[in-house]
């Protein structure tokens, strides 16, 4: 068969093509996330070369490993935990994982912001960046309660910042500069929330008024 003859073909392609997307340290150093795709390559193997999507929960489903938690590791880092559960079914596995698709590097900035939205993540800069990016605050941002879901491998942190003191004074605290994947959260103000609630307690009001003015005519 073509595909059998041409395996090394093939693992040339899975290699090279990656690397027109990244240069050969950063493909080394990049850490998976979801949504990249993976070509896993087992050589002398060619039923077990397979493309693989990383899950929104960062696994992977693979032929007689099954789910492998892949999201926040490199590609070598990958192939070692794929070979070590094929070792069960071959001896000595040659695997080989390249990245053939990533998922981008994005920033997502939400709340009360007036252009909420995915924006792209570019190195070095500062959370303002992005707001500006998203058209700054609305009226009702709480701006004080701002704050920043980073996801790790043991799961999301969350940073809080007061962006009252970069923003007003120009004073910078913690985590301001952001990292791909990140969530910018802006809440609403206590007041603001209450002020959307104003015409709704308002109609409550009215129909609690009626009915016991109803209940009242009733007896």
């Not at 990958?78 to 071959?90: C, P, R, T």
Request: proline fraction near 5%.
């Amino acid at each position: 068969m073509w595909y059998e003859g041409n395996k090394f073909i093939c693992l040339w392609i899975v290699l090279i093509i990656p690397l027109q997307v990244f240069g050969n340290n950063d493909i080394a150093e990049y850490r998976i996330r979801q949504n990249d795709v993976l070509d896993v390559y087992v050589l002398n193997h060619p039923e077990l070369i397979k493309s693989v999507v990383v899950s929104a929960d960062g696994y992977i489903s693979y032929p007689l490993v099954g789910a492998i938690k892949v999201a926040g590791l490199i590609t070598s880092e990958v192939a070692e935990k794929i070979k070590a559960e094929l070792s069960h079914y071959i001896v000595d596995p040659k695997v080989t994982v390249a990245l053939a698709k990533f998922a981008g590097k994005k920033v997502h900035v939400i709340g009360e912001i007036k252009r909420p939205g995915t924006f792209d993540y570019v190195e070095g800069m500062e959370i303002t960046y992005y707001l500006a990016l998203a058209g700054g605050p609305t009226l009702g941002a709480n701006l004080s309660k701002a704050r920043v879901i980073r996801m790790g491998e043991e799961g999301p942190k969350v940073f809080y910042i007061n962006l009252n003191k970069v923003l007003k004074k120009g004073r910078k605290g913690p985590n301001i500069v952001l990292q791909s994947g990140d969530t910018v959260v802006i809440p609403e103000t206590l007041l603001y929330r209450i002020r959307e609630l104003t015409p709704l307690m308002g109609v409550i009001v009215g129909i609690v008024t009626s009915y016991m003015i109803y209940l009242t005519r009733k007896k």
